[in-house]
């Protein structure tokens, strides 16, 4: 045989097992399989591990799904970044937690390989241990993907469009019909796959009452009957971050002219920041950055008259729990796709011809910097005229 019989030979055995063990796409309707599962209760794996805001998306389609199958078993995995959001769920049978970056910081860092190695070993016997009818990756990543392949479920279902090789471990993937859909509304396609029919739902994150309490106390010392207005300043990625100093001026113009009183939210590692920002603010403003879980969060935003953040987490955590009008800062993402969800919230963007371009990092950031103070004091004022927000917090 010649070199180039053999290579032709490779090329048509290769392409002949891709074409055998490559799930084929479906499309949102109704899987026909599913009417088997009519008459019967099956055990559902939710797989969303991260981040703050993916997982705040996928609450309606953990709602929607139980509506399909008030019956069944619902366990979710999810990370301890994101557990605040899925913990104490109504519509969640077992929350399974993955703690992925404290077992590779214990690894590393503190050498406790037994312990995590263990734990490790612990967490991959609570997947095996249960036989889920169907098992969910609404991930769609190579993490996921590990995740979906060691449980033991009979169909694995994704959305179309995995990433790291997804695709290789779930039996059918669901097709996004539009590419500019909403991540919420991508998630729920797997619902009407599943064959949902109801697509009513709340999309809040469940509050405790010592959360509620507990931000009623912090709260407590601006008093009960002033306008708050939430500042979200930090992201993750450098491209999308603001300049402080503008946050800086934002929140003197609002306090100064609008009478409102301004909160800065944030984590624990955004202190730093955003004490620079109260450093050269004329006004005052209550700095409750790392002061918060994320259910106190939750609440917090939902006692706002404003929310304005940066394309974060927490922007998606004020949008799903009702705050009247989320302000969000575009530039590098699409708003289209991860947007504050719903139609009372405002995107600033300035239209630039790279934008979205989705990079991480940028050394022009022009979509950023031509967003002026301006811009979002007048969006603030408009909003606040609109409507009287006084005494929001109560």
């Not at 612990?122 to 036989?131: C, G, W």
């Amino acid at each position: 045989m010649t070199k180039a019989s053999r290579q032709s030979l490779r090329k048509d055995s290769i392409t002949l097992l891709l074409n055998q063990s490559l799930p084929t796409d479906s499309y949102e309707e109704p899987n026909k399989d599913i009417k088997a599962l009519e008459n019967k209760r099956p055990n559902i794996l939710i797989i969303k591990l991260s981040a703050i805001g993916d997982v705040v998306h996928s609450l309606p389609f953990l709602e929607v799904l139980r509506d399909r199958f008030p019956s069944s078993r619902i366990d979710w995995v999810v990370e301890e970044d994101a557990e605040g959001i899925v913990e104490g769920h109504p519509d969640i049978d077992q929350l399974i937690i993955f703690p992925r970056k404290s077992w590779l910081k214990r690894f590393s860092d503190k050498g406790e390989y037994i312990k995590v190695v263990k734990e490790v070993a612990n967490l991959l016997k609570e997947l095996k241990k249960r036989k889920y009818d169907i098992v969910v990756d609404l991930q769609g990543l190579l993490k996921s993907g590990i995740l979906t392949f060691l449980a033991r479920g009979k169909r694995k279902i994704a959305l179309n469009g995995g990433r790291e090789g997804n695709f290789i471990f779930v039996h059918e993937r669901v097709a996004i019909p539009n590419p500019d859909m909403h991540a919420l509304d991508r998630y729920l396609c797997i619902a009407r796959y599943l064959g949902a029919t109801n697509f009513v739902w709340n999309g809040q994150i469940p509050i405790y009452d010592k959360d509620k309490r507990y931000v009623n106390h912090l709260l407590g010392e601006i008093g009960n009957n002033n306008t708050l207005v939430a500042v979200n300043p930090i992201a993750k990625l450098a491209s999308k971050l603001w300049e402080l100093n503008r946050f800086a001026s934002l929140a003197d113009k609002i306090k100064e002219n609008l009478g409102a009183e301004v909160i800065f939210t944030g984590s624990g590692s955004d202190k730093k920041a955003i004490d620079n920002i109260l450093s050269v603010m004329k006004t005052e403003a209550l700095n409750l950055s790392g002061k918060t879980s994320l259910k106190e969060l939750a609440y917090l935003y939902k006692n706002c008259a404003i929310v304005i953040s940066t394309d974060t987490g927490p922007m998606h955590v004020a949008a799903a729990m009702g705050s009247p009008v989320v302000i969000a800062l575009f530039g590098p993402t699409s708003p289209l796709k991860t947007g504050p969800y719903g139609v009372k919230h405002r995107v600033i963007k300035a239209e630039i011809g790279c934008s979205p371009c989705f990079k991480k990092r940028c050394d022009d950031m022009s979509c950023m910097k031509k967003i002026t103070v301006d811009m979002v004091f007048e969006t603030v004022k408009e909003v606040l005229a609109v409507n009287d927000y006084s005494g929001c917090n109560k």
